[in-house]
T-cell receptor, first 113, second 114 residues
Framework: KQEVTQIPAALSVPEGENLVLNCSFT??????LQWFRQDPGKGLTSLLL?????REQTSGRLNASLDKSSGRSTLYIAASQPGDSATYLC????????????FGQGTTLQVKP | NAGVTQTPKFQVLKTGQSMTLQCAQD?????MSWYRQDPGMGLRLIHY???????DQGEVPNGYNVSRSTTEDFPLRLLSAAPSQTSVYFC?????????????FGSGTRLTVV
């Protein structure tokens, strides 16, 4: 059974710091991996999608990497801002790609001004 | 382009009542799914569908029914609400292959069962 773990569960940093969020999964047979952002009381916003054949994806100050063989992904946030404060969720789709996402518990990020 | 629309946004039910959570998408996505989000439990899959007329159970299907008569709509029915079903429910859709932006989520339905 696929399990997704995110470390740390919570993170507090001063504004301007570069930071890394970690995601690990137990079954390397994935179809893709997606990072989401969730603001309190809101829905999920897709940040980056990495296909299993890809190593990384970039969008603005965000960079996500994928090492499928080791079952790991990282989300790198450059020059963090208070507006980045949110919960970040990692989710994987199994290799059969039936539209099922398995989520990690998330990392709650606070960026202090 | 509205994306994924969920209604209602908030609902309070009494134990034993039934209701339907609506989900509609206008992106012609084949895949649709329902998740519930609970503190300490994360997001868990309830039911999913890979196309009209095809549905299957996820991790926590008990107490819920779904049907998919059209590509656009994927309603979730609570047959007899229980306090354990108090949660935030999210509907999501994607196209096979998950290319582009992958999965798109609705804004959620916050359900309280008293």
């Amino acid at each position: 059974k696929q399990e997704v773990t995110q470390i740390p569960a919570a993170l507090s940093v001063p504004e301007g710091e570069n930071l890394v969020l970690n995601c690990s999964f137990t079954d390397s047979a994935i179809y893709n991996l997606q990072w989401f952002r969730q603001d309190p009381g809101k829905g999920l916003t897709s940040l980056l999608l990495i296909q299993s054949s890809q190593r990384e994806q970039t969008s603005g100050r965000l960079n996500a990497s994928l090492d499928k063989s080791s079952g790991r992904s990282t989300l790198y946030i450059a020059a963090s801002q208070p507006g980045d404060s949110a919960t970040y969720l990692c989710a994987v789709t199994g290799s059969s790609n039936t539209g099922k996402l398995i989520f990690g518990q998330g990392t709650t990020l606070q960026v202090k001004p | 382009n509205a994306g994924v629309t969920q209604t209602p946004k908030f609902q309070v039910l009494k134990t034993g009542q039934s209701m339907t959570l609506q989900c509609a998408q206008d992106m012609n996505h084949e895949y649709m799914s329902w998740y519930r989000q609970d503190p300490g439990m994360g997001l868990r899959l309830i039911h999913y569908s890979v196309g009209a007329g095809i549905t299957d159970q996820g991790e926590v299907p008990n107490g819920y029914n779904v049907s998919r008569s059209t590509t656009e709509d994927f309603p979730l029915r609570l047959l007899s609400a229980a306090p354990s079903q108090t949660s935030v429910y999210f509907c999501a859709s994607s196209s096979p292959g998950g290319y582009g932006y992958g999965y798109t989520f609705g804004s959620g339905t916050r359900l309280t069962v008293v």
